[in-house]
């Protein structure tokens, strides 16, 4: 089934900055009308519970509001278990055989913005079919049915869900007693759950940006800033570091030296260590294509997507895979949940390391990662690439060229008018080369800003 065209959803939900639309009271409260509508519509005759969940930021609770304000009007009871992960969203969701779940943030993103991450019952994010169904109702010309006053829905405290949530992602681990580790909880979501649990495996835990105060949120801190992380467990000489987003879907790695591990070394681990029951790993097209060399001498092969993790979940589903993920730190492991989760994958890495007896460092050098250069070029028009000759031939000599040795990518950005070279390849000077070509080619054909 074609999915409609979205007016709302991005590559992750709906975004942008708080009190702007579509994220104005009077928007979220409709977008929570049409949730119910669309609930009550798609499974009729039944009784729907929603969970909704939020990060730190100063806006969440506004949005929040609006949202259960709007479920509850078409008689959608909700479950609010106010702030937490996303990926806990998603056990609430198959634990308590739930409607659906909506979680309110903008994940990396700085403060001022927020968003809304929807979740259906099979507890994974709405595919494009299901966002532009919802759409659909949102944008109808007609006055969406509400519920009569004796049949509005009621608010529940999760809170006992939360602990629920702990106790699964403890269980997921072993005992950590000896290990020093260093967590950044980028003032989000994780800035409670996240130390209580590695202090209940044993683990002597260094806790770093656990006080938000609304506006903190990943400022200069967490997954997309993992250098902070890395300063500190080299200063403390800790074992293992890690740092998550603002919503805790992500999880980035610093070994004892205070390298950073990222995303693909972390994939590449976790499919050495499950590969008795795992022959296949979904990455997306920006994974580095030293996973998708170490993934071949293992016997293990590996699918790319586009970037987007809930294409990645989607592509696991279909080929019935263990383990996939983005090198910016989504992680999913399906036998655990069906969506990226940071402290599950910091809670598995942390076991492997204790149980292994190796260091983060040993085991993420199995994996030989290539240089990479992404080149960003403003572009006057998004022509597409197959439609020009000169660029189609340049990208194919380059592919010839770094055969075995690396890869190239071309690809327009989704949201901004750019077209981005990306080249991998054993050396600096060849990925120079490739690029230098394919840009060539693009300035050739006329569509490059000069």
Do not use: W
């Amino acid at each position: 089934m074609k999915a409609p065209k979205r007016k709302l959803f991005g590559t992750d939900g709906i975004r942008g900055i708080a009190n702007r639309y579509p994220l104005t009271p009077e928007m979220v409260q409709k977008i929570g009308v049409s949730y119910g509508v669309y609930l009550n519509s798609k499974y009729p005759g039944e009784k729907h519970t929603v969970v909704v969940g939020k990060d730190t930021r100063l806006s969440s609770d506004m949005i929040k509001s609006a949202l259960i304000s709007g479920l509850t009007a078409t008689g959608v009871d909700v479950i609010d278990v106010d702030v937490v992960p996303t990926p806990a969203l998603s056990f609430f969701i198959k634990e308590g055989n739930l409607s659906g779940g909506v979680m309110v943030s903008a994940s990396h993103n700085p403060y001022e913005y927020n968003g809304l991450k929807f979740f259906n019952k099979e507890g994974r994010k709405f595919t494009e079919v299901e966002e532009g169904a919802l759409e659909l109702v949102i944008f109808n010309k007609f006055e969406l049915p509400k519920a009569s006053s004796d049949n509005v829905g009621r608010v529940f405290d999760g809170e006992n869900l939360v602990e629920g949530y702990e106790k699964f992602i403890e269980s997921a681990g072993r005992y950590l007693a000896g290990l020093k580790i260093g967590i950044d909880c980028a003032n989000g979501a994780t800035f409670k759950i996240a130390p209580e649990i590695f202090r209940a495996l044993g683990a002597k835990v260094f806790v770093f940006n656990a006080e938000p105060d609304g506006l903190n949120i990943n400022e200069n801190c967490g997954a997309t800033n993992p250098e902070f992380i890395a300063s500190k467990v080299k200063e403390l000489k800790l074992h293992i570091g890690f740092a998550y987003d603002g919503d805790g879907d992500r999880c980035i790695a610093v070994d004892e030296n205070g390298q950073i591990v990222d995303g693909d070394q972390i994939m590449a681990i976790f499919a050495a260590h499950y590969m008795d029951k795992n022959k296949t790993v979904v990455a997306t097209v920006m994974s580095n294509i030293g996973l998708e060399l170490f993934l071949e001498k293992l016997g293990i092969n590996l699918i790319r997507t586009n970037v987007g993790d809930r294409l990645v979940s989607e592509k696991m589903v279909e080929t019935d895979s263990l383990v996939g993920g983005e090198q910016s730190g989504h992680i999913i492991l399906r036998d655990y949940l069906e969506t990226g989760d940071g402290l599950l994958t910091s809670v598995i890495l942390a076991s492997i390391v204790k149980s292994t007896r190796k260091p983060l460092s040993q085991l993420s050098s199995m994996m030989k990662k290539y240089p990479q250069k992404l080149k960003n070029l403003r572009v006057k028009e998004k022509k597409p690439i197959e439609k020009m000759e000169g660029v189609s031939k340049a990208i194919e000599e380059a592919g010839k060229q770094l055969s075995g040795r690396g890869r190239v990518l071309v690809r327009y950005s989704g949201t901004e008018p750019l077209i981005r070279i990306m080249v991998e390849a054993d050396s600096e000077e060849l990925i120079e080369e490739m690029i230098e070509l394919i840009e060539k080619a693009l300035r050739e054909e006329g569509i490059v800003e000069e």
